[in-house]
């Protein structure tokens, strides 16, 4: 179950169910190597880091970045992200804990924790920032 917490918004069902269907949206578009829906989610100013440490600055070079990496990764892995916690800093600025659970063909398990700053924009929530971490010990996964 989804924590959830901080300043919340007037209609808190309603954010948690937009923020739930951004997570939903994210996986569907990593499953489906959708680069072009993936990285609309992203604000034009946005600010990402890889699990690897690259820093991205702004939606054309996320784009760029996604372009590159995407498109055949799911032969190589299939990733799940699941919210475990949101924090909402104000009613329009939530972060986001994500548990990331990636498989691989040969059934091998790992896990990330990424943390997701979104944004309440006129065409929904969106990423102002993004930091994956990959989890090194299984036992904090």
């Not at 989804?2 to 007037?10: K, S």
């Not at 690259?54 to 760029?64: F, M, V």
Request: glycine residues 8%.
């Amino acid at each position: 179950m989804t924590q959830i917490e901080g300043y919340l918004p007037e209609d808190v069902a309603a954010e948690i169910a937009a923020l739930e269907a951004m997570v939903a949206e994210v996986d569907r578009t990593q499953r489906e190597e959708d680069v072009d829906g993936f990285t609309a989610l992203f604000r034009e100013d946005a600010i990402v880091t890889t699990g690897h440490g690259k820093r991205l600055w702004g939606r054309e070079e996320i784009t760029a970045f996604t372009a590159q990496v995407l498109p055949g990764s799911t032969g190589e892995v299939t990733a799940t992200y699941v919210p475990e916690r949101i924090l909402f800093l104000r009613p329009d600025v939530a972060t986001i804990k994500i548990r990331q659970t990636y498989t691989a063909p040969d059934g091998t398990v790992t896990h990330g924790t990424p943390t997701w700053v979104v944004t309440k924009e006129p065409q929904g929530w969106r990423f102002a920032t993004n930091a994956n971490v990959m989890v090194r010990d299984p036992a904090d996964a």
